[in-house]
């Protein structure tokens, strides 16, 4: 376990971002999410009991929406998180998937997403 942290604002990671879920909050909603947050601030991080993903995922149910679950074996990680985000961003809008770096497809020449595979336009 190590000593836990909130960034406010996160601007390290802010150009690492890939993919998010919009939420639309209530005045009390965001209040209750706070007040979670607050509660959790320095919480220890340990990658089996409480990582980042547990505390962002937790940080949205405390606001009273449906968070993705992010976990495997009853354990959140963050690519689980990921992989759910994007399986989803077809059919929710409010998740929003921005493109990784492409590269020729070695067969065909089209460029592909390395992370998903996905032939880009």
Known sequence: SVP??????DRVHQKEIKIKKEYNLTHEQVKSMMKYVNKSRNN????YHYNCTTFAVESVKAAGQTAPSGSKYGICFPNVLYKELYQNSKKDKRIIVEPFDTKPHSE???LTDVMHGDETE
Do not use: I, M
Not at 44 to 47: A, F, M, S, V
């Open 108 to 110: 065909t020449g089209r």
């Open 44 to 47: 220890d991080y340990n990658l």
């Open 4 to 9: 836990g942290r909130v960034e406010e604002p």
